[in-house]
């Protein structure tokens, strides 16, 4: 079996950690029952995340909007942990 060493900052790791942190507490709070939403506009992500980084996350072909199935919603929506993961990287 061979393994594999991988060096990463100490600020590095503490980014990537809360990064996990924020996504296993989404999927915690859903399994426990809360209502969370796993998919919010893309206005939304702008608020929480900058304008210019989802447009570029958007326009490189790394983050998807994901069309709504319901009946009369025209709204673009993102999902949650994508988003949450790409905006950590970028």
Do not use: C, F
């Not at 893309?42 to 447009?55: K, L, S, V």
């Amino acid at each position: 079996m061979q393994i594999n060493v991988v060096q990463i900052t100490e600020d590095e790791l503490q980014r990537l950690l809360t990064s996990a942190a924020k996504i296993g507490a989404h999927i915690a709070m859903k399994d426990a029952g809360v209502p969370v939403k796993d998919l919010y506009t893309r206005t939304e992500m702008q608020r929480r995340h900058g304008a210019g980084r989802i447009n570029r996350l958007i326009k490189a072909g790394r983050l998807t909007p994901h069309q709504l199935p319901a009946i009369g919603n025209e709204t673009k929506r993102i999902m949650y942990s994508e988003t949450e993961y790409l905006s950590q990287i970028i």
